[in-house]
């Protein structure tokens, strides 16, 4: 198939990302995708759709049904999953699993590989193993935001040295962890009353950028790395 331009599908790749809420669907409008696009992948945010619920209840029985849709609906396409792992529920395949693997990256590795392996019994029929990429960010998007602790203070209009306390207790971003109280956005409302999800976690990102972003998160930029080199679609 050859598009305007003499171009081929084979030359670029599209993909789906579904995601839990407003705040992920616009930090992937307004910073991957123009990325992405450079790199001839094109992303869609799609939030995952149930009338009348929002973000933060995030059950594999409710995402099953869209990540099935879209498998479904066309076969030259990828798809994707941005979802928190504190918001998850206990249905979730590898869950029980992942909790007890000692550090974020073993937790990330086997809520994903349960994942990709549930989607591949429930949809064998439409190539999921090739086509779908699960990412369950560990253990909030919101985590991302302490990637550059002197942009999230100036930002915040907070102390750095209350940022780096934090992180001196956690290590990583991507390691503070997911308690009702310690969670990474627990962690920001409670250094500023400023914070909204929507309107500061996304001016928050954007100062960042996404290159320092991508260094100090590692589960992340492998997740983003495995996008990027989708360039050459599905029958590339």
Excluded at 71 to 98: M, S
Aim: net charge neutral; with cysteine; proline share 6%.
């Amino acid at each position: 198939m050859s598009f305007p331009g003499g171009r081929s599908m084979s030359d670029f790749a599209e993909i789906v990302v579904l995601v839990e809420g407003l705040t992920e669907k616009i930090f992937i409008a307004d910073m991957l995708v123009p990325y992405l696009a450079g790199k001839s992948v094109f992303m869609t945010p799609i939030i995952i759709s149930k009338p009348g619920q929002k973000g933060g209840d995030v059950r594999f029985d409710r995402v099953k049904n869209d990540i099935g849709l879209h498998l479904k609906q066309r076969c030259d396409t990828y798809l994707t999953l941005l979802v928190d792992f504190y918001g998850i529920k206990n249905d979730w395949p590898g869950l029980e699993e992942a909790n007890r693997q000692g550090t974020p990256t073993k937790k990330a590795a086997e809520i994903n590989r349960a994942t990709k392996a549930q989607v591949g019994e429930l949809f064998s029929g439409h190539d999921p193993d090739r086509r779908f990429i699960p990412y369950v960010a560990m253990h909030e998007f919101e985590a991302l935001l302490f990637s550059d602790p002197q942009k999230l203070s100036e930002q915040l209009h907070v102390p750095k040295a209350e940022i780096d306390k934090i992180l001196a207790e956690c290590g990583e971003p991507e390691h503070i962890d997911n308690s009702p109280e310690t969670a990474p956005s627990k962690r920001l409302e409670r250094l500023s009353d400023r914070f909204k999800k929507t309107s500061t976690g996304i001016a928050v990102a954007k100062a960042i950028g996404l290159k320092k972003i991508r260094e100090r998160c590692p589960i992340f930029n492998n997740w983003l790395t495995t996008i990027e080199n989708l360039q050459g679609g599905i029958n590339g």
